[in-house]
């Protein structure tokens, strides 16, 4: 009553004062009487919408100049302690904050994450019934911690119990967000350590090293596998000055020694290999696939339809030829006889790859025809058409 009272009476003081709080021109505000409210009514546009404060937000991250992790949770504590209660703007913060992370290089910290959620405001979106509950209670403050789960899944961040508690005071035990942290707890444990190839979590930066972790990884199928270094300077006749990293096991050079010299070998790349964010070009050595006796009948011992069962003291069928067992590295497709790495991924430093295993236990290598088929980067597609059509080059020996 005392409100509408001062409608009535101090309009016009209304208006002034009301019109100069929020920037609003005098003709665009009017107060209209009924009999029993009174309404305020302006026709120009008084808040700022979504994503004028996503904009907003997002540059307060842009103008940082050294962006690590201490300017990054000052930041948040910024935001934080300008609106202790109601956290305006929340969801807009964690959003751009979000997307800001790799550059400040804290998308895999644990501590910047729980700093994000504590930027919501606790008790505010705990639903009281489970209606509200199935029905996604405040929906856009949930969503925004939902993007924020699954980029800490995607970068191989566990939570822990801390944020579990975190998630309880903001939405309550009955949220999908904390559905979401219960999956994520229940399956990440279980991949962390399932790789059989495990990786450093912080990789070196050293290209050199690289290599030899992607070597090694590829060739970890055989393990008699030896994994070599070479120079190609060592090589009187190479114009690269680079680094080769080599694997190849006693199996792969039988199989090379018992190859037909008449048929050529092919050299092939470059393939991606990828160590979490970093690739790594590799090369191989192979042949065409060899075609199984005529003589012998095509068995497939993963058959499951002709089974035997033995009873009656039934003696188990017999096979009438005995055939070698195919090694891993003869494929369907090829057979493997080592791979590679290169400092430059160049023509001549593969080169200088072949000459280095002719001296190594594959002289062999001097009696068979060499083909590389390398694909050739962007960049090197106006010299193609010196090479061939097919970008194939032959080695004489």
Not at 266 to 288: D, P, T
Request: hydrophobic share 35%; proline share 5%; aromatic share 10%.
């Amino acid at each position: 009553m005392a409100m509408r009272r001062l409608f009535l009476r101090n309009s016009k003081i209304f208006v002034t004062n009301f019109g100069n709080n929020i920037n609003i021109t005098k003709s665009a505000l009017r107060i209209t009487s009924i009999e029993k409210h009174k309404y305020i009514h302006t026709t120009t546009v008084s808040f700022q919408n979504e994503e004028s404060r996503a904009v907003v937000q997002a540059n307060y991250f842009e103008r940082i100049e050294n962006k690590n992790k201490n300017t990054y949770l000052d930041m948040v504590k910024i935001f934080i302690n300008r609106d202790q209660i109601y956290r305006r703007g929340h969801v807009e913060f964690v959003h751009s904050a979000l997307k800001h992370m790799e550059e400040f290089g804290v998308h895999k910290d644990l501590e910047v994450y729980r700093a994000l959620i504590d930027v919501l405001p606790k008790g505010k979106f705990i639903s009281t019934s489970m209606i509200q509950a199935e029905f996604m209670h405040y929906p856009k403050q949930q969503k925004c911690i939902l993007d924020l789960l699954q980029q800490m899944e995607d970068n191989g961040v566990i939570p822990d119990r801390e944020m579990q508690d975190l998630l309880i005071n903001i939405f309550g035990k009955r949220a999908f967000p904390l559905r979401k942290y219960w999956r994520m707890m229940y399956w990440m444990p279980k991949f962390k350590h399932a790789n059989p190839f495990p990786i450093p979590e912080d990789l070196t930066n050293d290209v050199l090293e690289l290599a030899r972790m992607a070597i090694a990884r590829i060739s970890g199928v055989d393990p008699t596998a030896t994994i070599t270094e070479y120079h190609s300077k060592d090589i009187e006749e190479s114009i690269d000055d680079t680094w080769i990293v080599s694997a190849q096991s006693p199996t792969q050079q039988s199989l090379l020694w018992r190859h037909n010299p008449k048929e050529p070998v092919y050299v092939e790349g470059a393939y991606k290999v990828w160590l979490r964010e970093k690739q790594v070009n590799y090369f191989i050595l192979r042949a065409n696939a060899t075609p199984p006796p005529a003589d012998i009948d095509s068995y497939d011992e993963d058959d499951v339809t002709n089974i035997k069962i033995n009873l009656f003291n039934l003696k188990p069928p017999i096979q009438k030829h005995i055939v070698d067992r195919k090694t891993v590295h003869e494929q369907d497709d090829g057979t493997i006889f080592a791979i590679c790495a290169t400092g430059t991924s160049s023509k001549d430093s593969l080169l200088s790859w072949i000459r280095h295993l002719e001296k190594n236990g594959n002289e062999v290598l001097s009696k068979i025809p060499v083909v590389f088929t390398l694909r050739s980067a962007p960049s090197e597609l106006m010299t193609q058409s010196q090479e061939g059509k097919d970008g194939t080059i032959e080695v004489s020996h």
